[in-house]
């Protein structure tokens, strides 16, 4: 049978674009709730330069899920998850191999179980073809096809959006829970700020980390010993000069960052009443100001040679990084300027997009959009008004990254971190808490995790 939706005739059947991890667990969710699904894959007609077999999910650069911890921001995400019967994370966990707290998967065992199980379900048929256009697709349709979209597909998409829709790498710089920063080194200033010696710590938008000589070229022969992540075959590119990694910039020369990102001019530290030698500036992440990043400071070294390396900068002596730099390749929708809140195109509201397309970083990131797309093309499908996932949950929150508007000039993936949750409202803790947060760190995500679960095991009953 065909529906009408607002004029739109629709087809029986509900198309989902990519095999993936969101769109197998996108597919599954639709199934399960009735759907007849259409779960297009062109791997079997056309490989891409990744990936090694036709399974579905097959994991490409790791076997790991990220952390199981319980004070975690991805450990959390697991636990709403399950608590929404994710059939990804069931079959990664019966799939576990030891990884101390993280979720270790047999990569072959879990793509062959997520195969099988799509294959076998009865609400779902497969299709292997090529999808190179959007017009090929009934609606309503998801799209989940990842960074390694079809060409053809991708041109099809940039029609559809129109200018600046995708990237094709990411260049992301690290990203500092700013509870972390030394505001007796770190002060905040806008550049050309005039800063009195008693200077307001809140006044400006950037905090300003200064380097003497001496610290400066300590620091450019560490970003030159540092190990580097050599770029797989299919991630060869010429660096856009806006997007430099600060190694390959250190390259050009000893001096470059001081030119570059590290300009200090128009920068005078309040205590000395100058300009210091070099400034690495850290510039506000997120409206609620609980994480800033490292501006200009994209890299490839590698994640346990960027802490040593950026722990070397006064002020971030103690940081805390809820997300470390990367450049890789990838292909993502600007989503606050392009979807609207239900991850449905703003030029098409039966056209939805999962996964890493729509701005998250990480598999079981990706997992989870696929999940939460199902859940809002249904509320769509029966006449339900849109209901996101609560704001303090993980689930909330990574939706929050990638729509938020404050974002749309400055858009770059993101995974789940304890800098996307919500702050704690202080007017809602008694005096004890207030002064027990400012002895123990762990409690505040204690807390925010407490809020988090609560949070979401109301909305679950909800809907």
């Known amino acids: 049978m065909q529906k009408d939706y607002n004029g739109i005739r629709l087809q029986q059947n509900i198309t989902v674009v990519g095999a993936g991890l969101a769109g197998s667990e996108c597919a599954l969710q639709l199934a399960d709730l009735g759907y007849k699904v259409d779960l297009i894959e062109m791997r079997g007609v056309k490989q ?30 697991k636990w709403e998850a399950q608590k929404l019967n994710s059939h990804i994370l069931k079959q990664a966990k019966e799939a576990f191999v030891p990884a101390g707290q993280a979720l270790g998967i047999d990569r072959e065992r879990f793509a062959q179980a997520v195969t099988d199980e799509v294959a076998k379900h009865p609400n779902i048929t497969i299709k292997r073809e090529v999808v190179t ?7 309503p349709a998801v799209i989940a096809t990842g960074p390694l979209t079809d060409e053809g597909l991708a041109e099809s998409l940039q029609k559809h959006f129109g200018d600046e829709f995708l990237y094709f790498f990411d260049a992301i710089a690290p990203i500092i829970d700013a509870d972390s920063i030394n505001t007796d080194i770190a002060w905040k200033a806008n550049r050309y700020d005039k800063v009195a010696e008693s200077v307001d710590a809140s006044r400006g938008d950037y905090y300003n980390c ?49 030119f570059g ?4 001019v128009g920068l005078d530290n309040p205590k000395t009443g100058r300009y210091p030698y070099a400034v690495v500036q850290l510039r506000q992440d997120n409206k609620e100001g609980t994480a800033y990043n490292i501006v200009g400071f994209q890299t490839r070294m590698a994640y346990g040679e960027q802490t040593k390396v950026f722990r070397m900068i006064p002020g971030l002596e103690n940081a805390e990084f809820l997300k470390l730099g990367s450049i890789h390749r990838n292909m993502f929708i600007n989503s606050p300027k392009r979807l609207n809140k239900d991850l449905s195109s703003k030029n098409d509201p039966l056209l939805f997009f999962a996964g890493q397309i729509t701005g998250v970083e990480g598999y079981f990131e990706s ?34 990254a990638i729509t938020d508007e404050y974002r749309i000039d400055n858009f770059q993936p993101t995974n789940i971190n304890f800098g996307l949750l919500p702050p704690l409202d202080a007017a809602s803790l008694d005096e004890d808490t207030k002064k027990q947060l400012k002895r123990d760190k762990k409690l505040k995500k204690t807390l925010q995790i407490k809020k988090a679960q609560d949070a979401l095991s109301a909305w679950a009953q909800s809907i």
Request: glycine fraction near 6%; aromatic fraction near 8%.
């Open 48 to 77: 891409t330069p990744a990936h090694k077999t036709e399974n579905f999910a097959e994991l490409v650069c790791s076997n790991s899920f990220g952390s199981m911890g319980e004070v975690s921001a991805p450990g959390q995400l």
């Open 261 to 264: 990102p590290m300009k200090p």
């Open 367 to 400: 997992t989870c959009i696929g999940l939460l797309v199902a859940k809002f093309l249904h509320q769509k499908l029966s006449d339900k008004p849109f209901t996101p996932p609560p704001r303090e949950s993980a689930l909330g929150s990574l939706l929050e």
């Open 133 to 139: 256009s959007l017009d090929q697709i009934p609606r």
């Open 210 to 258: 200064p380097m003497d000589k001496d610290q400066y070229n300590a620091f450019i022969q560490a970003i030159t010993d540092a190990r580097k992540i050599e770029p797989k075959h299919f991630e060869t590119t010429e660096f856009f000069e806006g997007c430099m990694p600060i190694e390959v910039m250190v390259e050009r020369g000893p001096q470059t960052l001081r």
